[in-house]
């Protein structure tokens, strides 16, 4: 059973970092992908990064590049997600999901296995 657990969310200030934790249990990188999503009130659900086992091996959406970067532990069973230079449009609350793939994308809709989200809040 594929089980995921985010973490690593808080309140920051603008220009400030935070790594989130995607501790998962019951599959491998080795064919699944993982994505990372972010939802603000009121806002649809929005791909941020992904990472699969194929090319490309990572993706990021025009507003976090440069300042995210994702990268994986397979010892931990962990992707993270280290976001720097945070600001206020960042605030939502962030979710980690999988689905087995080699690929990874940035819709929703390719994946179906999710957790449970981690609030990220950047403000002064």
């Known amino acids: 059973q594929l089980h995921i657990v985010e973490s690593g969310g808080g309140l920051v200030q603008p220009g400030g970092s935070l790594r989130l934790s995607c501790v998962f249990s019951?599959?491998?990188?080795?064919?699944?992908?993982i994505g990372w999503f972010r939802q603000a009130p009121g806002k649809e659900r929005e791909g941020v990064s992904c990472t699969g086992s194929r090319g490309p091996i990572a993706l990021f959406a025009d507003s976090v590049k440069g300042r995210f970067t994702i990268s994986s532990d397979n010892a931990k069973n962990t992707v993270y997600l280290q976001m720097n230079n945070l600001k206020p449009e960042d605030t939502a609350v962030y979710y980690c999901a999988a689905e087995r793939a080699a690929y990874c994308g940035l819709e929703f809709y390719d994946y179906n296995y999710w957790g449970q989200g981690t609030q990220v809040t950047v403000s002064s």
């Open positions: 019951g599959f491998t990188l080795d064919d699944h992908a």
